[in-house]
């Protein structure tokens, strides 16, 4: 299966410390990645190298074959990846559809797409966005006024509505509680599989990883430990010793 994303012996130092060491992956289409270890591991950098907020001091990262390293972020965005942040934003004052007819007029503008005078025409293209993301209800009710729950919903919407073929997930459920943890992840994978999305995400809670990466990728001191299916890296002696702990590998 052809990758998404590549990322090959990508590397980056902070005033002389290694935060991502010789760091090489990939992610396919239609996969759920996950990119866990201790807090300083190097996940955010790795993050924020594929997207562009750093630039990296060596190595390689392609979207599609072709190289994204380097590029400012809205750039990169331009190019289809899109990322949801540990705390998930919105524009508070206004409503969920207008949220998200923001997010498509601005992916319109980039692509030099001509501004659809009709309003209903951007009502409709949001609320499909909405439906899909299960938030169809919440159209017309302004942002401030959300459960966390629906604000993360919103900001996938938003995420999506640039188009993607990557989407970087950082820290998915944060702040969530445990019931729509689940529900959120469910509907990432929906994404991932009908879309034909490759999603690498980054995650605290082991049931989430665990319950539904197809794949999972250890960091330690920004090297890559491990690399495998959860419950190939679930048992790695490392990843306990590092991260687990023998109860959670048991």
Known sequence: ?????????????????QAVRNVSFSVPAGEL????????AGKTTCFNLINGQLVPDAGVVRLDGKRIDGLPPRQIAHKGVSRTFQVAATFASMTVRENVELALLAHARRDGVLFE????????RADALLARTGIGALANIHCATLAYSDVKRVELALALA??????LMDEPTAGMAHSMRSELMRLAVDLARGDRLAV????????VVFGFADRVIVLDRGSIIAEGT????????????VYLGPDEGA
């Open 117 to 124: 005078r009709r309003p209903a025409a951007w009502h409709d």
């Open 1 to 17: 299966m052809s990758a998404v994303l590549e990322v090959i012996d990508l590397s980056k130092a902070f005033d002389g410390v």
């Open 162 to 167: 640039n188009e993607p073929a990557l989407l």
């Open 200 to 207: 690498l995400f980054t995650e605290h809670d082991m049931d």
């Open 230 to 241: 959860p419950d190939a890296v679930r048992a790695n002696a490392q990843v306990q010793a």
């Open 33 to 40: 990645i996950a990119l866990i270890g201790p807090n300083g």
